[in-house]
């Protein structure tokens, strides 16, 4: 047998195995829980960690968690394939390819432009409402202009989702992130609003920055390909407009409006269908072409489900929140700088078996509030170091089904990715720890 990296289908899988596991080796533990009626969620007491029974994940509960991870997630699931039906079918009707050449055209002179405009349009609708598992259906668009701009398809994703991650990281308006954060720990979001949209700015520049340089392919050929200019038809004129509006639509829909996933899908299932139409391909080849975007989405579906199992079976065997109390706990004693980059260190390992950011906020925020209170800290730094580390993780950790899905529609490997994007992440991981180490003397 030849060895090579994991699927991530047995990726996770030996990730469920193992969260089994821990809980024989892990003593069992819960904090006391009380609704917080300024969130709406509830949130831990500080100091009231005890033991309880133990309790040990069997075998059979383990396997059940893996169709359990699936239903739990089934709206996820199901925004997947309408969003990913409806661009294959958008991409079948020639129109995406036309308009991506165009834009391509328009930017000729400047292309690095082309990347800044679209990373700083991603990492926008990331800070304001966390745009992530909608990228899983704009994969063909990325994979479209990876094609024609000669660029590594991992720099294109870096510059759409991973823009989108540092934005919702750094944003002081991210609704699943900063906010709920701030709520719990009684911070104004409008305090330090200057500071934090500094680094932001800058952590979000940097990035795509070392990207659009370095993300070029070394291709003789490639690089000499004249680009010419493209006509675009009426019907692809008018798919391109219908598909924008969409996406228009949607950003307003989850920040304004407070959508759902069901309202989002079935919007880009009825484009989706109007696109078909209109670009010729009927009732019938609408609805099988319809079929085949379900067939290539499918598998993401499956891996954001057993990204899920793998916190279920943390939360059926309750080794949670021992994790939480055994990494915080020690923090008590040290001085302020070391405290705060033990902080945002344990809160980046915190988001391993904690996939979920507003999950993680509700579960730490209550311990890492009074704890700054007791170091003498500004409770902005609880917010700080939470907020950063969290969600950079997302970007780089296997538990986390959405950045899996996005690599498995774009047929790229984990270990490929992490090998990409390690470098440029932990830059801005580091530049994260700066400005909170900065923000010890700013909010002093």
Sequence with gaps: MKLSFPHPIIILLGFIFVAGLST?????????????????????????????????????????AIPAGIIDRADLVVLILLLGGAFYVIEKTGALQVGIESLIYQFRNKPNLLFYFLGFMCSICGGIFYMSEEFIGLVPIFILLAKKTNYDLRAILSIGVGSAIIGAAFSPFNPFGSL????????????????????????????????????????????????????????HRLILSLTTIGIGLMIWGVAVQGWDYNQMGIMFFVIGFCCGMIGGLGLNGTARTFSSGFSEMIFAGVIIGLAQAIYLVLQQGLVIDPMIYALLQPLESLPQQIASVGLYLSQAIIH??????????????????????????????????????????????????????????????????????????GLIFGIGLIAVIIALFWVA
């Design 352 to 425: 391993i078996p904690v996939p979920s950011t507003s999950g993680q906020a509700v579960l730490t925020m209550p311990l890492v509030t009074p704890l700054t209170d007791l170091l003498g800290m500004s409770r902005e730094i609880a917010v700080l170091t939470f907020q950063y580390p969290a969600t950079l993780m997302d970007m780089v950790t296997p538990t986390n089904g959405t950045i899996l899905a996005v690599l498995a529609a774009a047929d790229i490997k984990f270990n490929d990715w992490v090998a990409y994007v390690w470098k440029s992440w």
């Design 24 to 64: 024989y080796f892990i003593q069992s533990g819960t904090f006391d829980r009380v609704l917080d009626e300024k969130t709406g969620r509830e949130i831990v007491v500080p100091g009231s960690f005890r033991e309880v029974d133990d309790v040990n994940v069997g075998l059979d509960d383990i396997l059940l």
């Design 180 to 235: 709920i954060a701030m709520k719990i720990a009684q911070v104004d979001p409008v305090e330090e609003i200057i500071f934090r949209m500094i680094f932001f700015g800058l952590a979000v520049f940097i990035w795509i920055a070392f990207h659009s340089r370095n993300g070029k392919l070394k291709s003789e050929i490639a690089s000499s390909t004249e680009i010419n200019k493209v006509s675009i038809s009426l019907s």
